[in-house]
């Protein structure tokens, strides 16, 4: 079992529909991040947090260190949101154990 | 806004040959990082360097060194290139978090 998973692997959905990715891990840790990799590879760091809650813009994080589960919230999605979506956990120094993504695709 | 380049966005070589893949970042970053990318298995640290002329394993090292001769830049080598590195190779750097913070776009590397 993976120590960091994400559901769901693939999601699609309709512009303007509230999107939420979700993030579970079995390790202690010190922060979860949210990162994005668009179609042609790049990777944005979107979020890093450790305990609440983070937003910018339309997106939003939560974390629930009790339950070790966090979750990506996507309100009025728009097509240009469609990318992977990553999580990671941060076990130590240096030590990021990354989910394998969730492809979101966000039709017109 | 920082700018993490990866010399090449594709890469195809030959079983054996010594391959470079070069990362230069222009923040004047003290960490800077080498993963691979795999279908199913997500990101993987290869090698990470604190400073110029220093390097730590990571989780997958073997069949891999690196170069750290300037600050700016961080060079994946792959000593006798192996079918089994065909992947997506990642560079990221950090000012002082010892976690990625900007990557780099990527090389998708097929070894043929």
């Known amino acids: 079992k993976n120590e960091v998973e994400q559901s769901p692997q693939n999601l699609t959905a309709q512009e303007g529909e509230f999107i939420t990715i979700n993030c579970s891990y079995s390790?202690?840790?010190?922060?979860l991040h949210w990162l994005q990799q668009h179609p042609g590879g790049g990777i944005v760091s979107l979020f890093m947090?450790?305990?609440g809650k983070k937003k910018h813009g339309r997106l939003i994080a939560t974390i629930n260190i009790q339950e070790k589960h966090s979750s990506l919230h996507i309100t009025a999605s728009h097509p240009r949101d469609s990318a992977v979506y990553i999580c990671?956990?941060?076990?130590?120094?240096?030590?990021?154990?990354f989910g394998q993504g969730t492809r979101l695709t966000i039709n017109p | 806004d920082v700018k993490v380049t990866q010399s090449s966005r594709y890469l195809v070589k030959r079983t054996g040959e010594k391959v470079f893949l070069e990362c230069v970042q222009d923040?004047?970053?003290?960490?800077m990082f080498w993963y691979r990318q795999d279908p199913g298995l997500g990101l993987r640290l290869i090698y990470f360097?604190?400073?110029?002329?220093?390097?730590e394993k990571g989780d997958i090292p073997e069949g891999y060194s690196v170069s750290r001769e300037k600050k700016e830049r961080f060079s994946l080598i792959l000593e006798s290139a192996s079918t089994n590195q065909t992947s997506m190779y990642l560079c990221?750097?950090?000012?002082?978090?010892?976690?990625?913070?900007?990557f780099g776009d990527g090389t998708r590397l097929s070894i043929l």
């Open positions: 947090l450790s305990s």
């Open positions: 990221a750097s950090s000012l002082s978090l010892r976690v990625p913070q900007h």
């Open positions: 390790v202690g840790i010190s922060a």
């Open positions: 923040m004047d970053h003290e960490n």
């Open positions: 360097s604190y400073d110029v002329k220093m390097k």
């Open positions: 990671a956990a941060e076990k130590g120094a240096q030590k990021l154990v």
